[in-house]
C-alpha cells in the first residue's frame, strides 16, 4: 500500500499526483480505444483465410495462433493492452483515489465494457450472432473511449479549472444529439461490415446502388438515416457556431475538426461504394468515425456544467428561429423552387422513370448547391445590396447577419452539395453542380455583373445547369436533348430578368450595376426581349426532331411560346414597360408549364 500523509499539503500534493496519474491512464485507454476502433473496421473487412471466420472464430489463442493473418493479430493485441490498461486503471484508482465516487464508478464501468468485448467475441459465429456481436463489441469500445476521455476531464478538470466555454441555448442538445448519433453510425457500420458477405452489399451503400433504394427497412437504411442525421446536426452545430460573434476558438478548433473529418468519411464512402472494399478503406473509414465521436465527446465534456452555459449572442441577439429564418432568405428559396422544377423535369423525361429516392436525393443536392450560391451571391453583393430597393431589406444590409457568417454558410452549402450529390447520385451530377455553382458566383456575380450589359446572357449558363444535372442523375451522361434543355434555360433568362431590370433600372443605376435598361435604355431592352423571345420559342420547338418529345409536347409548346412572344410583341410595339411586370410573371409560369408539357407528352 501507499504511505499515509499526515500533512494537509502533502495530501494535497499525493492527490494531485494521483488524479495525473489517473489521467495518463486514462488517456492511454482512450487512444487504445481508438486505436482499437480503426483495427476492428479493418478486420470485419478482411477476407479468406488468413483471417477468421467468422466474428465468434476471432477469439481465443487459437485464432492468435493459427487462423488470424496480421490484422486479426494486431486486433487482438491492442484489445489485449487496452484490457491490461483498464485493469491497472481501476486498480490504481482503488488505491489512491477510492474516495473519489466519480472515479471509481467510472473506472469499474470500464472494466465492465471490457467484459461486453469480451462476451461479444465468444458468441457463435454464425452470420446473425456474428453481426450482432461486431455491433456489441465495437459499440463497448466506442463507449469506453467516451468514457476514458470522461476520466481525463474529471481527473485533469476540477470545478474551478474546468474550461468555461459559453454556448447558446439549445446547443447541448444538439450536442447530445450529435453524441448519440455517431454512435448509432459506429454500431450500424460495425454490423452491417460483419455480415455483409452473406448480404451481398457493398459496404457501405448496398451494391453500390447509390440513391437506389437508399432508404429501406433493414440495418442498411437505419444505417444511411443514422449518417443523414449526423450530417444534418453537424450542420446545426456550424450553423450555431456562425451565430456566434466570438465563439471560443476551442468550439471553432473542434467544429472545423469534425466537418473535416465528415469529408474524410463521405468521399471514403463514395471509395466504398465504388468497390475499394480493401482493409485500409474500412480502417480510414472507422477511424473517421472513431475521431468524429472523440471530438464530439470532448466538446460535450466542456459544456457539460453550468458555469460553461451562458446566452451567446449573434450580431443582432437573434433567437435560433430568427437566425434560421435569416439563413434561409439569403438561400433565396424562390430561385432554388425554380431551378428544381428544371431539374425534376429533366428527370422525368432523360430516360426510365427514375425512383422516389434518386429524385429526392438529387433535389437535396441542387437545393443546397442553389442555396450555397445564392448565399455567396449575397456576400459578393454586400456594397450594392443597401442601395437598392429591391434588396436593401436583407439579412446583410440590415446587418442582421454579418459577411463572415453568411460565406462560411455559403460555401458549407456549395461544399456539402457536392459531397451529397457524389456519395447519393453520381459523380457527373456532383461535378456539373459545382460548375454551375463556380459560374455563378465567380464569373457572374463576381465579374459578369458589374462589367458588361451582357451580364444576364452569358450568366444565364449558371441557372441552365440543374437540368444537365437532373439528366445526369438519371442517365450517368450527358446528350443531345439535354444540351437543348440547357439552351432553353439558357434563352429563357435574358427576357425573364430583363422585365424586371424594366422595372428596376434605378435600383441598378444607383448601384452602378450595367443591366441593359441603364447602358442601352428601355426601348432597346424590349427589342432584345422580343428578340430572345423568338429565339426561345425556336428552341423550344428543337426538342422534337431531337427525338425528346411528340405531337402532344409540339402543340403546347407552340401555344405557350405564342403566348409569351405576344406579350414582348406588344410591349415593344407600345413603347412602353407597362406589361413588364405581367411578362416577368408569365416568364416564371411559361418555364414550368413547358417542362410539364415535356412530361405530359411522355405519359401520352
Not at 495530501?11 to 476492428?40: D, F, M
Not at 469480451?118 to 450482432?132: E, F, K, S
Not at 442553389?370 to 430597393?389: E, H, K, Q, T, W
Not at 449558363?461 to 439558357?490: E, H, M, Q, R
Amino acid at each position: 500500500m501507499f504511505p499515509v500523509y499526515t500533512s494537509s499539503g502533502e495530501c494535497r500534493v499525493s492527490e494531485s499526483l494521483a488524479r495525473t496519474g489517473v489521467s495518463r491512464l486514462s488517456a492511454a485507454i482512450a487512444l487504445l480505444a481508438l486505436v482499437l476502433i480503426i483495427v476492428a473496421g479493418a478486420d470485419l473487412r478482411s477476407t479468406g483465410t488468413a483471417t477468421c471466420a467468422g466474428w465468434g472464430d476471432c477469439s481465443g489463442w487459437t485464432h492468435l495462433t493459427s487462423t488470424s493473418g496480421t490484422i486479426g493479430r494486431l486486433h487482438l493485441a491492442v484489445a489485449g493492452l487496452t484490457g491490461v490498461a483498464t485493469i491497472a486503471l481501476v486498480a490504481f484508482s482503488w488505491m489512491r483515489l477510492r474516495d473519489d465516487a466519480r472515479v471509481m464508478r467510472a473506472a469499474v464501468l470500464a472494466l465492465g465494457l471490457i467484459g461486453a468485448q469480451v462476451i461479444a467475441v465468444a458468441l457463435p459465429g454464425d452470420t446473425t450472432a456474428a453481426a450482432w456481436g461486431a455491433s456489441i463489441h465495437l459499440g463497448a469500445t466506442a463507449l469506453l473511449l467516451a468514457l476514458s476521455l470522461y476520466l481525463v476531464a474529471t481527473s485533469r478538470w476540477t470545478s474551478a479549472r474546468q474550461p468555461a466555454v459559453a454556448v447558446a441555448s439549445g446547443y447541448r442538445s444538439i450536442i447530445g444529439w450529435s453524441v448519440a448519433t455517431v454512435f448509432a453510425v459506429l454500431v450500424s457500420g460495425a454490423y452491417l461490415t460483419s455480415s455483409d458477405n452473406a448480404t451481398g452489399c457493398s459496404w457501405p451503400v448496398c451494391d453500390g446502388a447509390g440513391a437506389t433504394g437508399i432508404i429501406s427497412a433493414d440495418a442498411h437504411g437505419l444505417h444511411r438515416l443514422a449518417v443523414a442525421g449526423a450530417g444534418a446536426l453537424l450542420v446545426a452545430l456550424v450553423i450555431q457556431t456562425l451565430r456566434a460573434q466570438q465563439p471560443s476558438r476551442l468550439r471553432i478548433s473542434v467544429i472545423a475538426a469534425l466537418v473535416t473529418i465528415f469529408a474524410v468519411e463521405i468521399v471514403v464512402g463514395a471509395f466504398s461504394a465504388a468497390g475499394s472494399e480493401s482493409a485500409l478503406v474500412s480502417a480510414t473509414h472507422f477511424g473517421a468515425a472513431g475521431v468524429s465521436w472523440s471530438l464530439l465527446i470532448v466538446l460535450a465534456l466542456v459544456t457539460a456544467t453550468p458555469a460553461a452555459v451562458a446566452s451567446e449572442s449573434t450580431g443582432s441577439g437573434l433567437t435560433l428561429r430568427e437566425a434560421a429564418r435569416d439563413y434561409l432568405r439569403v438561400m433565396k428559396p424562390g430561385i432554388i423552387v425554380l431551378l428544381l422544377i428544371t431539374t425534376v423535369g429533366a428527370m422525368l423525361v432523360a430516360g426510365p422513370w427514375p425512383s422516389v429516392w434518386l429524385v429526392l436525393a438529387t433535389m437535396l443536392g441542387g437545393a443546397l448547391a442553389s442555396g450555397g450560391a445564392s448565399a455567396l451571391n449575397c456576400y459578393i453583393d454586400r456594397d450594392i445590396d443597401p442601395v437598392m430597393a429591391r434588396t436593401r431589406k436583407r439579412p446583410l444590409p440590415t446587418g442582421r447577419l454579418t459577411p463572415t457568417q453568411v460565406r462560411n454558410f455559403g460555401l458549407l452549402l456549395s461544399a456539402l452539395a457536392v459531397i451529397e450529390l457524389w456519395l447519393l447520385v453520381n459523380p457527373l451530377a456532383a461535378l456539373l453542380a459545382l460548375g454551375g455553382n463556380v459560374f455563378y458566383v465567380a464569373i457572374y456575380t463576381n465579374w459578369l455583373k458589374r462589367s458588361t450589359p451582357q451580364n444576364i446572357v452569358i450568366g444565364g449558363a449558371a441557372g441552365a445547369f440543374p437540368p444537365l444535372v437532373g439528366w445526369a442523375a438519371v442517365t450517368g451522361t450527358l446528350s443531345l436533348p439535354a444540351l437543348l434543355l440547357f439552351a432553353v434555360i439558357f434563352y429563357w433568362t435574358p427576357p425573364h430578368f430583363w422585365s424586371l431590370a424594366l422595372l428596376k433600372a434605378r435600383d441598378y443605376e444607383r448601384a452602378g450595376i450595367p443591366m441593359l435598361p441603364v447602358t442601352h435604355g428601355a426601348q432597346y431592352t424590349r427589342k432584345m426581349i422580343l428578340l430572345y423571345a423568338l429565339l426561345l420559342v425556336g428552341i423550344t420547338l428543337l426538342l422534337v426532331p431531337a427525338g425528346a418529345a411528340g405531337w402532344l409536347y409540339l402543340v403546347l409548346a407552340t401555344v405557350l411560346g405564342l403566348i409569351f412572344i405576344g406579350f414582348a410583341a406588344k410591349m415593344y410595339l407600345e413603347g412602353t414597360s407597362r406589361l413588364a411586370w405581367r411578362l416577368f410573371k408569365y416568364s416564371n409560369y411559361y418555364l414550368t408549364l413547358i417542362l410539364a408539357a415535356m412530361v405530359l407528352d411522355r405519359v401520352v
